[in-house]
């Protein structure tokens, strides 16, 4: 008897890969599983939307329509943790098709588990492309997708659709992060640029942004960057909007400077509406200190709304203004065209930036699910 073995990268991947072989080769002493019961196996439904849920083996005869069936798998805890952790990456509806002309969004999509199929949201091309990348994710070809993901987020990047590529950026890292083994799995926070070194990538983020902002303004703030302002926006559907600015002084960030915003003007998810009615609202505040350069969340909408804003005040000559799609490594400057600046990802100077970003996204998201509290209180106080 020959004995072989295959090595995988982590649980997740040694579950699927088990599912599969035992699903292709139907082995004689598999049926025992561990949970007592029954086979459970993933099934996707031959919807114009696929539905994407899970069955025993008794109960496949009892189910009415065309499906693709994947497993079965060594237990249900394990086939649902396979489930639930592939949602991360790969978002579906289970909606029903009823709950779907309704056009209301359902549970997941409020959890951003759902890509929106329930609410028009996605397209059928744009989900069904989804759906193909879950199945073969299911059968064991996860590097056939990171490769057509990445090439299609270099094809994004090149047109200046930095929302779309910095979605699939998204995508790829949960991939990575549900694949990946946890001791071999290596995480660079931000946050580490702490102290001298946080001063060292202030200046050097000023050397670097110098010959570009000289091109898209018509003078160069006197001090490097003494005080760097950051926006984002959160929101769920257009409710609960809030605007969040926060301020790094001399390179460290500076909470005391903090200011939020609920947005009062925009009642649809439209971020760029919000970010001009935000940035409109800080200018007001005259006895605020002006920064040296705006750091917001987003391409090229976004730094158009904060352009806008600025010249409305007359100061779009004055403050430069840099965007950062989502975690994607460009950087988007703007006068008449826009300028894209890539970065190393070892840069001191774009981590400075996330780092930006990421306490900015921080803030307006602690205001806004602070928000939705207040209102889910108010309601069950009054029923």
């Given at each position: 008897?020959?004995?072989?073995?295959?090595?995988?990268?982590?649980?997740?991947?040694?579950?699927?890969?088990?599912?599969?072989?035992?699903?292709?080769?139907?082995?004689?002493?598999?049926?025992?599983?561990?949970?007592?019961?029954?086979?459970?196996?993933?099934?996707?439904?031959?919807?114009?939307?696929?539905?994407?849920?899970?069955?025993?083996?008794?109960?496949?005869?009892?189910?009415?329509?065309?499906?693709?069936?994947?497993?079965p798998y060594p237990s249900a805890f394990q086939a649902k943790k396979v489930?639930?952790?592939?949602?991360?990456?790969?978002?579906?509806?289970?909606?029903?098709?009823?709950?779907?002309?309704?056009?209301?969004?359902?549970?997941?999509?409020?959890?951003?588990?759902?890509?929106?199929?329930?609410?028009?949201?996605?397209?059928?091309?744009?989900?069904?492309?989804?759906?193909?990348?879950?199945?073969?994710?299911?059968?064991?070809?996860?590097?056939?997708?990171?490769?057509?993901?990445?090439?299609?987020?270099?094809?994004?990047?090149?047109?200046?659709?930095?929302?779309?590529?910095?979605?699939?950026?998204?995508?790829?890292?949960?991939?990575?992060?549900?694949?990946?083994?946890?001791?071999?799995?290596?995480?660079?926070?931000?946050?580490?640029?702490?102290?001298?070194?946080?001063?060292?990538?202030?200046?050097?983020?000023?050397?670097?942004?110098?010959?570009?902002?000289?091109?898209?303004?018509?003078?160069?703030?006197?001090?490097?960057?003494?005080?760097?302002?950051?926006?984002?926006?959160?929101?769920?559907?257009?409710?609960?909007?809030?605007?969040?600015?926060?301020?790094?002084?001399?390179?460290?960030?500076?909470?005391?400077?903090?200011?939020?915003?609920?947005?009062?003007?925009?009642?649809?998810?439209?971020?760029?509406?919000?970010?001009?009615?935000?940035?409109?609202?800080?200018?007001?505040?005259?006895?605020?200190?002006?920064?040296?350069?705006?750091?917001?969340?987003?391409?090229?909408?976004?730094?158009?709304?904060?352009?806008?804003?600025?010249?409305?005040?007359?100061?779009?000559?004055?403050?430069?203004?840099?965007?950062?799609?989502?975690?994607?490594?460009?950087?988007?400057?703007?006068?008449?065209?826009?300028?894209?600046l890539k970065l190393p990802t070892t840069s001191p100077a774009l981590k400075l930036?996330?780092?930006?970003?990421?306490?900015?996204?921080?803030?307006?998201?602690?205001?806004?699910?602070?928000?939705?509290?207040?209102?889910?209180?108010?309601?069950?106080?009054?029923?």
């Amino acid at each position: 008897m020959r004995l072989k073995w295959t090595r995988e990268k982590s649980d997740l991947e040694a579950v699927l890969t088990e599912a599969e072989m035992i699903r292709a080769h139907q082995p004689k002493f598999n049926i025992r599983l561990k949970d007592g019961k029954t086979p459970l196996y993933i099934l996707i439904a031959n919807e114009e939307f696929p539905r994407v849920f899970t069955a025993r083996k008794t109960q496949l005869p009892t189910l009415s329509g065309r499906r693709t069936t994947f497993g079965p798998y060594p237990s249900a805890f394990q086939a649902k943790k396979v489930l639930k952790l592939a949602r991360k990456a790969f978002p579906f509806c289970n909606a029903s098709p009823v709950q779907k002309k309704r056009k209301k969004a359902c549970f997941y999509a409020h959890l951003n588990l759902c890509p929106g199929a329930c609410t028009g949201k996605v397209t059928k091309k744009e989900y069904a492309q989804n759906i193909n990348n879950l199945r073969l994710f299911l059968t064991g070809k996860r590097r056939k997708i990171v490769k057509e993901i990445e090439k299609e987020m270099k094809e994004a990047a090149k047109d200046l659709r930095f929302e779309k590529a910095g979605e699939l950026k998204d995508q790829l890292d949960a991939i990575l992060m549900i694949t990946q083994s946890p001791s071999v799995a290596t995480w660079e926070e931000t946050a580490e640029l702490t102290d001298n070194k946080q001063e060292k990538a202030r200046v050097l983020l000023w050397k670097t942004l110098a010959p570009l902002i000289a091109r898209t303004n018509s003078q160069l703030p006197k001090n490097p960057f003494a005080r760097i302002e950051a926006y984002d926006i959160s929101n769920l559907s257009g409710k609960q909007a809030t605007g969040a600015m926060i301020v790094f002084t001399n390179g460290q960030p500076d909470p005391a400077q903090y200011r939020r915003f609920r947005i009062r003007f925009t009642s649809e998810p439209d971020d760029p509406s919000m970010l001009y009615e935000t940035l409109i609202r800080r200018i007001k505040h005259r006895k605020w200190r002006l920064p040296e350069l705006i750091v917001v969340d987003g391409g090229k909408a976004q730094v158009k709304a904060v352009k806008q804003a600025l010249a409305t005040a007359g100061l779009h000559h004055r403050i430069p203004v840099v965007g950062i799609a989502k975690r994607f490594e460009h950087i988007i400057l703007k006068k008449q065209v826009y300028h894209v600046l890539k970065l190393p990802t070892t840069s001191p100077a774009l981590k400075l930036i996330m780092h930006l970003r990421d306490e900015a996204h921080r803030f307006a998201k602690g205001y806004h699910t602070l928000l939705r509290q207040k209102e889910f209180t108010s309601q069950t106080q009054s029923r």
